[in-house]
């Protein structure tokens, strides 16, 4: 269909008329590769995401919400209703803050997204690999072009509220849904979105639920749509939508490039499993000490000059009694565990690493120093910079970070990345189940019922 004219239509409009309008034959090339690369990654990160312990408490307190088989918990391979796998596994995709963002929207859209998707399309069976694509693809649109106009400080969790928007957006073009449903599915999410940045303060471990609150969320606002339940319509510029409540200060420009820009091909990598807003430093230190060869116990101090977002994020102090949740945002810690052990992992946030006396002591001399950069939303540029107790000072300058489009991992590091999340679950799958997950994934447009790819993300005896 033809698109609303920008200058005469609203953000609302231009938004539903792309949601109704996508086919994926139309989708580009690029757009068609990064889904497949995303939903791998994502893949990935949930199976390591079945490690952490709270998901055995999340599936104990999810049994007294009602009983079902719809669906299956990736890593785990129980048995539950769709609203249920979408809870936890979008769980899994978030809770070690290992999964993709789009970072000019500072969303990480995949984990609500992919969760809820595949929930839907595991109940309803029949859903292709391409419809998935698609869905996916219209998913991030939305979510990152929403996300992607506010111009205000993060104050509500903007991950999981658009990736809900985007989400219900994704299954409404999977089912073709008409203009007036999609608006009321829309509106239906907008009025159940929750989460703000209180948790990420506070490093709370509640932080990564916030994804599957608003994931369940989705779900639900597609099934009373489709029951011709009218949620607001203007959900987005109304006195009280999103963008008077959530993020009052905005930019309708993003909308307009609704159909041109493949918001999918635009998100990064995350080749650690902490914050994004930490990997900056972590970039720089590595990068300087493999280009100049300094020891530990040469390192003075380290700067990391960065704009405010970042400050916001992840300056904070290394505590020895603090959680892992907030130890993931804390970019002094992040950065001195990869000075001592070459990398980041997903066992340094264990309770025995996180009392490691050594981190605690480098975490010291690393600070987070806020640059002049006036956007609130910028993950970048930044700078490192190392003082050497000799007197040398070494600096770096990163444009983008690692993992980012301007600086993207390639084929070889993705796959390696997927290939230790995925052995570092509880349950780990055997290297031959692995490889046919990639194998798939790499074929997904052929897959004629995602509850194939489902086979692949349980064990195998389950």
Not at 95 to 103: A, F
Not at 210 to 236: E, K, T, V, Y
Request: proline share 8%; with cysteine.
């Amino acid at each position: 269909m033809r698109m609303p004219s920008p200058a005469t239509a609203s953000a609302t409009d231009i938004l539903v008329a792309h949601i109704i309008s996508q086919r994926y034959d139309a989708l580009p090339l690029q757009a068609r590769e990064a889904a497949r690369n995303f939903i791998l990654d994502s893949c990935g990160v949930a199976l390591a995401g079945s490690r952490v312990p709270l998901v055995d408490d999340l599936k104990t307190v999810a049994t007294r919400w009602g009983q079902g088989s719809d669906c299956r918990i990736w890593g785990g391979g129980e048995r539950v209703p769709a609203a249920t796998a979408a809870f936890i596994n979008g769980y899994q995709i978030h809770n070690q803050e290992w999964d993709c963002l789009h970072e000019p929207a500072v969303v990480h859209p995949m984990a609500v997204v992919l969760a809820t998707l595949v929930a839907w399309a595991e109940a309803r069976g029949g859903v292709s690999g391409r419809e998935l694509m698609l869905g996916c693809s219209v998913a991030v649109d939305v979510a990152a072009t929403i996300g992607s106009a506010a111009r205000n400080a993060l104050r509500f969790f903007r991950p999981a509220m658009c990736g809900a928007l985007g989400a219900t957006a994704g299954i409404a073009t999977m089912l073709r849904l008409d203009a007036a449903t999609t608006r009321s599915a829309l509106g239906l999410a907008y009025s159940q979105l929750c989460g703000t940045m209180q948790a990420h303060v506070e490093g709370s471990p509640v932080l990564p639920m916030q994804i599957s609150f608003n994931a369940r969320a989705a779900l639900l606002a597609i099934d009373l749509a489709q029951r011709g339940i009218d949620g607001p319509g203007q959900f987005l510029e109304g006195p009280y939508g999103y963008f008077a409540l959530i993020d009052p200060e905005w930019d309708p420009a993003p909308f307009a490039e609704l159909g041109r820009v493949s918001r999918i091909a635009e998100l990064s990598h995350k080749p650690f499993p902490s914050g994004r807003a930490t990997h900056g430093g972590v970039d720089g230190a590595l990068s300087l000490r493999a280009a100049h060869g300094f020891a530990i116990d040469d390192i003075e101090a380290i700067r990391v000059l960065a704009p405010p977002l970042v400050i916001q994020l992840v300056d904070r102090p290394s505590q020895p009694a603090m959680g892992a949740s907030y130890a993931r945002l804390c970019l002094p810690y992040v950065t001195a565990t990869a000075l001592l052990r070459g990398t980041v992992s997903v066992e340094d946030f264990d309770p025995e690493a996180l009392r490691d006396p050594a981190r605690h002591a480098l975490a010291a001399r690393i600070h987070p120093r806020r640059d002049a950069n006036p956007s609130l939303n910028a993950l970048a540029p930044q700078r490192v910079e190392v003082d050497l107790r000799s007197g040398a000072q070494l600096a770096m300058d990163l444009p983008a970070v690692l993992g980012a489009p301007g600086r993207p991992l390639d084929r070889a590091r993705q796959l390696a990345k997927l290939r230790t999340a995925a052995a570092a679950a509880r349950r780990p799958l055997p290297p031959a189940r692995i490889e046919a997950l990639i194998a798939q994934i790499d074929q997904l447009e052929q897959l004629p019922d995602v509850r194939q790819l489902v086979e692949l993300l349980v064990p195998a005896e389950t």
